[in-house]
């Protein structure tokens, strides 16, 4: 349910909610908050609540001064596992300037300018994500270890399971704070699990992705446990995905179909995406560590199929308000405001300029996805449509980060290689 300003403040009061809780996310996605009382609120929805941007790692930076974080009333949610006596809630925030201006690393207003765009075209995105992690368990000073918390593999059920009952309270949480889990499941890998989450707006969808990381994290310490979406927690074992499903509609009708009788909209959407997925590798796949699944867990050819799993982009077997495409390369470490951003504005780019989709290039002749974090920078540095969706302040700050990291990633190699055995 979507509230207004005065619902929001009419729910406070009447549900003994006593802690604000304004979320906000970096540029990396990584989720940040500051907690005000209750009593605070009316003045946070009119003038903001002021925080010092040069303590805030992953934003821009202290020249620009403060920033201003205004909660959206339409994501009020009620953060089950705090007490019922004096509640705490949490909004997701815009960031603006001390101007009223939109803050350049504010992923949320980019996602809204992509939405809006596909609105003015007559288009209705829907996304929805299918997100592994690993479960955990922690050493005897409380401190993650890379001990899983089972052996069990794909779907397998108790006792080999050990994961059922925290997916269980997870499910229960995401649906206590009105987001819509749809499946879950033991995956592939020892203590790695698969919750999926209905679909929906692109917006709702990535706030969806940032409260589903945040309570696994919540409920996994609460049972003794670390959840992990790192792409790649386990050298030898199955990496974390995200697959992301996109719909595409106009007039309130499915463009994508079962079976391969799309609408050229689709198809040229389909094919927008594939046309720019390299460049934009960096913001779906933003880990040193992200390259490590590419290969046997992801396919690296830019390639699409019907119902195949082994392409890099997939037309599942679903039919009606469920027909759509599947992205298999991104991994749970990126912002899924920037990733959802650049996905719809390349397939709507696609769209404007009617691209056609390939059915005949032979798989060895597609290009391929960067191999390393090195080779992802660069394809992003030299895209338009990077360039065009991303201010250039937020984008430097981006590539500046993901260089520092390709260094550390590249010195901690030639460490382990030289270390006797």
Request: charged fraction near 25%; aromatic fraction near 8%; hydrophobic fraction near 40%.
């Amino acid at each position: 349910m979507a509230f207004t300003v005065s619902e929001v403040l009419e729910f406070v009061q009447e549900n003994d909610v006593k802690f604000i809780r304004l979320a906000f996310c970096n540029l990396f996605g990584v989720q940040k908050n500051i907690s005000i009382m209750a009593g605070e609120l009316p003045d946070a929805f009119e003038r903001g609540v002021c925080i010092d941007t040069a303590s805030v790692e992953g934003l821009v930076g202290e020249e620009d001064g403060d920033i201003f974080l205004f909660p959206d009333p339409a994501t009020l949610s009620i953060l089950p596992w705090r007490p019922s006596h004096g509640r705490v809630v949490r909004f997701f925030c815009e960031i603006r300037r001390a101007d009223g201006s939109p803050s350049e690393e504010d992923g949320r207003k980019l996602l809204q300018n992509a939405v809006q765009k596909a609105t003015d075209l007559g288009y209705t995105c829907q996304i929805g994500c299918e997100c592994e992690f690993y479960l955990f368990e922690l050493d005897e000073t409380g401190v993650p270890s890379k001990k899983p918390q089972d052996t069990a593999g794909y779907c397998d059920i108790a006792p080999l399971d050990k994961g059922e009952n925290v997916r269980r309270e997870i499910c229960m949480s995401l649906e206590d704070m009105g987001i819509q889990p749809e499946s879950s499941h033991h995956e592939r890998g020892p203590g790695q699990n698969e919750i999926v989450c209905k679909y929906s707006g692109p917006l709702q969808a990535a706030d969806a992705l940032i409260s589903f990381r945040a309570v696994s994290s919540v409920i996994a310490a609460r049972n003794g446990l670390h959840a992990s979406f790192l792409p790649k927690p386990l050298a030898d074992k199955e990496g974390n995905a995200l697959h992301i499903n996109l719909s595409l509609s106009r007039g309130g009708v499915n463009l994508f179909k079962a079976g391969g009788e799309h609408s050229h909209e689709a198809e040229s959407f389909l094919a927008g995406v594939l046309a720019h997925l390299d460049e934009l590798t960096l913001f779906l796949n933003p880990l040193a560590s992200s390259y490590c699944r590419f290969g046997d867990d992801v396919p690296r050819r830019l390639t699409w199929s019907h119902q195949n799993r082994a392409q890099l982009v997939r037309i599942p077997a679903a039919s009606g308000q469920y027909s759509r495409m599947e992205l298999r390369s991104p991994d749970p470490s990126l912002n899924p405001y920037l990733a959802f951003a650049l996905l719809m504005e390349a397939g709507l780019e696609g769209i404007q300029q009617g691209r056609p989709l390939s059915r005949s290039i032979p798989e060895e002749d597609c290009p391929l996805l960067p191999s390393n974090l090195e080779e992802a920078i660069k394809l992003a540095q030299q895209s338009a449509l990077v360039a065009k969706v991303i201010p250039q302040k937020a984008l430097e700050k981006y590539i500046a980060e993901k260089h520092a990291e390709h260094e550390l990633w590249q010195k901690q190699l030639s460490r382990a290689a030289v270390q006797p055995l």
